[in-house]
């Protein structure tokens, strides 16, 4: 028996079984872009027919974070295996785009909310409603915004929405009245910075860092973006955003957002007019969200001791903000905690964390370079 049971759900959340024997088990929470779970259990009929595509794995110790089931490999290569993969529940808002050009503005956990309640929760074609789905409380992020896109994924949208200001989301179970529960949310800060909430430090000096990577790179960083708007030729709308870089600290990127209109139909079938005023806030919102996935790469990659002084899930998680030392490079970070990966093995179980700046992945390259 594994250290952690995972229970299996079907799409309706009904629980279907519990895997407490797998050859390993890894799991990503991550604040900036979508966590996944990969499981290898052996290869047999039950674990076959119990981990079918679209259930829904979650720890036993954790019910609102669930997994759903993307890809099931049986393979033979070192004895019959069932490799899973699944990817956190955020990833059904991807199953809906945001459709046609839509506009939202006010405090920015209503802007995100009202994506999701007009594209899945309440759209005007109810063949799109996400069933199950429910829009959480707000938690009082006070950042106000106006947003707007055209035929993007919800939820790629709303990662670029939240990269943006620094905060995240997710799709939440909740398992007593078996519901999906979209929820805005901000870590908190435990940085030496501030002295409201308990400091907590990681560095190898306090025995809570067993070994620590540090990245510091401005190969894809942009400073200065150059948006495209509605309109041809000389009769092009553009907007500079950060246009106060000069000389070689000046790195521009070229957006193109001619998806983004000053004359639309809104998802209600009415026809909106903006303002000029009103077009270039939503051109340069564009280009800071496009901006915020070119940031410099600062980030130390760290596997630490789970039960030191500070214990995860208990004096930190996910999201908030911390402060990272390394004495040898004479660096401290004060920093939020980007993912955490917890590794389940039966030889042991490991927990790396990312501390600071996104570190794009090839795939997340690709998709940039697509949109």
Known sequence: MNDIELYVF???LNRLGIIDTYISCSIEMHYKKLGSLNLIVN????NLSLLQKGNIITK???LQHGYVIETVQYTETAGKELNIIASSLNKLLNRRIVLGQQEFNGNVENVMKSFVQVNAVNPSNTKRIIPNLLIGANKGIAITTTEGTTNNYLGDYLYEIANKFDISFDVLIDISTKKFVFTTWQGIDRSTL???NDHVIFSKEFDNVLTQNYTDSNSDY???AIVAGEGEGAERVYLTVNDTFTGLNRFELPVDARDLQSTYTDENNTEVTL???EYQTLLSERGKNTLSEYENINTFESEVDPIAQFIYNIDYKLGDKVSVINKDLGLTMHTRIVSCIETYQR?????QIDFGDNIPSFIDKVKRAVK
């Not at 290869?43 to 039950?46: F, K, P, V």
């Not at 030889?347 to 927990?351: A, T």
């Open 10 to 12: 079907d799409a309706n």
């Open 43 to 46: 290869g047999s009929n039950d």
């Open 60 to 62: 036993s110790d954790d």
């Open 194 to 196: 501030q002295t409201v």
């Open 222 to 224: 942009r400073t200065t």
């Open 275 to 277: 303002t000029p005023a």
């Open 347 to 351: 030889k042991g179980n490991s927990l």
